[in-house]
Each structure stands twice: as C-alpha cells, then as structure tokens.
C-alpha cells in the first residue's frame, strides 16, 4: 500500500492512508510516513470516514487493489459515507478490480461461479462494470472506467471505476 502511495506524495498536499491489516501500517509508518502531511492510519475504511477530523480537506480518494477484499455492504458503505460528509471529495478512483466478464483469461482451468461472488477468497470478488457502476450512481457518483495499458501484467482482467461528484445530487 504505502510504496505505491508514496509515489503520489510529490503531486498531492497531504496524504492519509488506511487498511485494516496492522502490519502493512506499522510498515507503512516506518518506511513512508512523513508527518504532518503524509500519514497512515490503522482503520476500517468505513470507520475511517465516518470518524476523520475535517473530512472538507479532502479533494481525492483512491481505494487500489482493495475493494474486492469488502463485503458489499461495506462497499455501498464507504461510497455513500464519501458521498455525503466529505463535500470536496470530487473523484474517487476504485483501481485494479477484477473484471467479472475476464475472469476466464485469469482462471484458465475453470472456475465456479460462485467462487467470483467471495470476497473473503484468496482473490476476492470479481465486480463486472454494471454492478459497480449501478452502486456508485444508486449512490450519487457519475461513473466512467479505464483499463490499465495492456503491458500491465494483469490489464487483461482488471479495469478501473472512476468516480465523480454528481452535481445536484
């Protein structure tokens, strides 16, 4: 987490990073935390949000490789928390998602349906861009998405959802 954070630290005013796992923060904090901009915080996403002191100095959010690892219900949390008590938050990137419709360019030996349902699986769950794209707009965000260049290792089944504020909404 920290290491591809710290290649945003030079374009971004400040930084505050959050995962569950206490060890990738003590990580994080020892070899990339520069206090008082650049910060890590052992957190639930959702928890996070609803708790963070000034949540108006936010203008960007990235959630990277990490999304497929919640339940839905955290996932519709978190979106609807950034929605509507962080009013400066204007793009949100959900970046490396497993591809749903790719699924079979990653599992070449087959796969149950039902395994691409779990996010508690070893990869998580596979979103496919209508399920994401209905709940981030059920949720007041216009949604587009990109693909990662294709000399990306795992372009072929992994896409991006990028979230903006909906005006009026």
């Known amino acids: 987490m920290a290491a591809l954070s710290a290649r945003l630290f030079d374009d971004c005013a400040g930084y505050a990073g959050v995962d569950v796992s206490a060890y990738l923060i003590e990580v994080s904090k020892e070899f990339f935390e520069r206090p008082p901009h650049y910060l890590f915080f052992h ?8 708790l963070v002191d000034e949540p108006e100095r936010f203008t960007k959010g990235l959630c990277f490789a990490v999304l497929q ?19 400066n938050l204007h793009r949100v990137v959900l970046g490396n998602l497993p591809n749903r419709e790719k699924a079979h360019l990653f599992f070449t030996d087959g796969y149950d349906e039902s395994d691409l349902e779990r996010h508690k699986s070893q990869v998580g769950k596979w979103w496919s861009t209508e399920e994401i794209g209905g709940l981030a707009s059920s949720l007041g965000w216009e949604v587009s998405f990109s693909r990662m260049p294709e000399d990306v290792f795992n372009a072929k089944y992994r896409f991006d959802a990028i979230l903006t504020r909906r005006v009026n909404s």
């Open 43 to 50: 957190s639930d996403a959702a928890e996070f949000a609803k």
């Open 69 to 87: 690892y919640m339940p839905l219900g955290k996932v519709a949390a978190v979106l609807q928390i950034l929605r509507g008590r962080f009013p």
